[in-house]
């Protein structure tokens, strides 16, 4: 990867770009409009990041930068268990009501060779493995982790997409019906 030099300009064109994508969607947002909501050029984006598709990644890569960090400052405050994570994935949502961008992003990307791909992998596999960690500290058996990553994934989708309001509710109970614990 390429190391970008972020000046101010380069920073308020992320910054542009990343509201825009996750609200408006990446295909329905040119470089014409980033520029224009960064205050910028569309040479100063290229300059600066190559192409869009670079853009694209650096937008996720920073977007899973902070929801990693959301994640780990919430578990390390509320205490750690896969019901706390439910609980930081609640907290976050309150403010991303679009749902999750590495989805969002891999359906309209699709294409296996963008660079944005291998970070939204590596979301989901950071997900998988924080669950699987979670479960067995939490003593549970083998595979639930897993099913917890999936519980996870489906609770956002409910939640964004389904527009069901006790979507995080429900993924807690399921939770703690795989944990085998009640309340």
Not at 95 to 103: D, E, L, R
Not at 136 to 154: C, F, R, S, Y
Not at 172 to 183: C, D, E, M, P, S
Request: hydrophobic share 50%; glycine share 8%; net charge neutral.
């Amino acid at each position: 990867m390429t190391t970008i030099r972020m000046t101010p300009a380069a920073e308020r064109l992320l910054s542009a770009a990343s509201d825009l994508f996750y609200n408006r969607g990446i295909h329905a947002v040119g470089v014409d409009l980033i520029a224009e909501v960064a205050g910028t050029t569309k040479k100063t984006l290229y300059d600066r990041f190559g192409s869009k598709d670079a853009l694209v990644a650096l937008y996720l890569r920073r977007r899973f930068e902070r929801w990693r960090a959301h994640v780990e400052t919430w578990l390390a405050e509320h205490g750690r268990g896969p019901v706390q994570a439910l609980d930081a994935l609640e907290a976050w949502l309150g403010a991303n009501t679009c749902g999750c961008a590495f989805v969002n992003a891999h359906a309209e990307l699709g294409r296996a060779d963008h660079p944005a791909i291998a970070v939204i992998r590596a979301e989901k596999q950071w997900m998988r493995e924080l669950y699987e960690r979670l479960a067995e500290e939490a003593g549970a058996p083998a595979g639930v982790g897993a099913q917890l990553h999936l519980v996870h994934e489906g609770a956002i989708i409910c939640f964004a997409v389904a527009a069901q309001p006790d979507a995080l509710a429900n993924a807690k109970a399921a939770a703690r019906n795989l944990l085998g614990t009640a309340g």
